[in-house]
């Protein structure tokens, strides 16, 4: 039946249209190939401007040409279903075969015929986690993370400390070499060594990101059979080992002495709360807050508990598989396959690599980028030669305004992360309400009200640490652009999910002064329309 489609469609026709023009009369032929792949608009535009028709016969010419494409398209299907016809009748096609052809295909894209989708091991296990979390079993369900944390973070410090040896002996032993450089060593040595320094450092990282790899592999499997059975376990309530395995005895748990010198320091948190109504009409209520503190403290477990309970850390479990989400936005570069600054910070806190985001993020620029040439290949303006250009050297790179999501459970008080990459124009301070950055913060609130997150961290000055150029005048411009941009896209999003309260934390560095803050604190209410108390009183 290929054969037969080919045969009568493949194949050219011409088009022929008659007009005049005052007394003359003219013709248009035009040889077309079908089936046509064009749009019948599309290409009738080509053939106004081709041939420098007259305006007037426009509307008739498309008319006459969408006829035209039509009937002979018409005449092809009913050439095609003869033929089919007549092979079936002839035996060339085997009917039971066709038969079953059309009934699969019928069956696959008829939704009543459709299979009832599996259940997957995850969609089971966040089932059977929401209901563990919110029994009595909540307590050593945390006890027993905690104690996982407090593992690993003791093979963390062991790298770290490894690590630390190798680089003060690498540095004696550079310190030797370069005393002797010019005497009986030469450059040629040096960089010797450097290369052996190097590929032992990777050698040695490379071992223990091995060993924590396989370390947290062995935990998440422990972790999820003990989960399941517990759930199970439950289920049978004249099981006469239950109280005793869900019972909290934290001295069973481990906790170093290493451990907890290691806690991590804390800055007094500057903290003020606000609530607000927005909406034209049916108002709705949110909660801001504005903080001093570190984007890090979100994620980090705080050691400092000797029962290894950690409390502060109840609400995000409880909300783990639910839907009230927090999530918290990161500043980051736009170099995808680098490893420094507040991104290696944020995946030692995870103790977990990126590596599956910046393959999913490349692939993604790699499709950008494909779709960029064809767009351009398409245009065949000189002026477009630096925009292919520069999508050529730059699509292994995030562009200013993009992010991309990482989904977490074993953080302290965040659910997801949204890295959001900006470069050094945020340190000016000529941004405007459509720079990028800008936008980038609406389109995550945007996220947030489609996937049910309803607590977002958002550096207020869209920084992390403070620098020079960042004086008194320039952080208040910086926060009431973005006071006012975060208000206007929170009117948007009662359209986006129907007005739900929704908190949103405005965070600041914690090198910034109090008197900078107060001054922040201040000038939020006058921004936000804050809900005030009504004091009633008596006459009598």
């Excluded at 599309?42 to 053939?47: D, E, F, P, T, V």
């Excluded at 922040?520 to 209410?525: D, G």
Aim: glycine share 4%.
């Amino acid at each position: 039946m290929k054969k037969n489609r080919e045969r009568f469609c493949n194949r050219e026709r011409e088009f022929v249209y008659e007009f005049k023009v005052g007394s003359q009369r003219l013709e248009l032929r035009v040889p077309l190939r079908f089936p046509i792949q064009e749009n019948a608009s599309h290409l009738h535009g080509r053939l106004m401007q081709l041939h420098n028709l007259p305006c007037f016969i426009e509307k008739d010419l498309k008319e006459a040409l969408t006829q035209f494409i039509e009937e002979e398209s018409l005449r092809d299907y009913d050439r095609d279903a003869e033929a089919s016809l007549e092979a079936v009748k002839s035996g060339e096609v085997d009917l039971h075969q066709l038969a079953s052809t059309w009934a699969k295909a019928y069956a696959e894209t008829t939704l009543e015929h459709a299979r009832p989708e599996e259940p997957s091991w995850d969609e089971d296990f966040a089932d059977v986690y929401h209901d563990l979390i919110h029994s009595p079993a909540s307590e050593t369900l945390l006890n027993l993370e905690h104690n996982y944390f407090v593992s690993i973070s003791e093979l963390i410090g062991e790298r770290d400390v490894e690590l630390k040896k190798l680089r003060e002996r690498q540095g004696i032993e550079m310190e030797k070499v370069m005393q002797e450089l010019g005497k009986s060593l030469t450059d040629q040595d040096v960089n010797s060594l450097a290369a052996q320094h190097f590929e032992s450092q990777q050698d040695l990282e490379n071992k223990w990101s091995n060993e924590l790899k396989q370390s947290t592999a062995i935990q998440k499997q422990e972790y999820q059979e003990w989960v399941i059975k517990l759930h199970q376990d439950l289920k049978n309530p004249n099981n006469s080992s239950l109280s005793e395995e869900i019972k909290v005895q934290p001295s069973q748990f481990r906790e170093s002495v290493e451990a907890i010198g290691r806690i991590y320091e804390e800055q007094r948190k500057l903290e003020e709360s606000f609530t607000i109504h927005l909406g034209a009409q049916l108002k709705t209520m949110h909660n801001l807050r504005l903080l001093r503190a570190d984007m890090l403290d979100f994620c980090k477990h705080k050691r400092n508990h000797r029962s290894g309970v950690k409390l502060h850390r109840l609400q995000t479990a409880l909300s783990l598989y639910s839907t009230s989400l927090c999530g918290l936005v990161l500043l980051v570069d736009n170099r995808i396959n680098s490893y420094s600054g507040i991104k290696r910070d944020f995946a030692t806190v995870c103790q977990e690599s990126l590596e599956v985001v910046q393959q999913g993020v490349l692939y993604a620029r790699t499709q950008r980028r494909s779709k960029l040439k064809r767009h351009y290949s398409g245009n065949q303006n000189g002026g477009n030669d630096d925009k292919t250009k520069n999508a050529e050297r730059n699509y292994l790179n995030v562009l200013p305004g993009e992010f991309y999501i990482t989904r977490h459970s074993n953080l302290s008080e965040i659910h997801v992360a949204f890295h959001l990459c900006v470069d050094d124009h945020v340190k000016s301070g000529n941004i405007t309400a459509r720079d990028p950055a800008i936008m980038g913060l609406r389109n995550i609130l945007k996220v947030c009200c489609t996937h049910d997150i309803t607590t977002i961290s958002i550096p207020l000055l869209l920084v992390h640490d403070m620098s020079e150029e960042m004086t008194i005048p320039w952080c208040l411009r910086r926060a009431e652009l973005v006071f006012k941009c975060v208000k206007g896209f929170m009117m948007e999003m009662a359209s986006w999910d129907g007005g739900i309260s929704r908190t949103v934390q405005f965070l600041v560095p914690q090198s910034i002064s109090e008197e900078m803050f107060y001054q922040l604190s201040n000038m939020l209410p006058q921004i936000f329309r804050v809900s005030s108390t009504l004091t009633l009183t008596s006459k009598h």
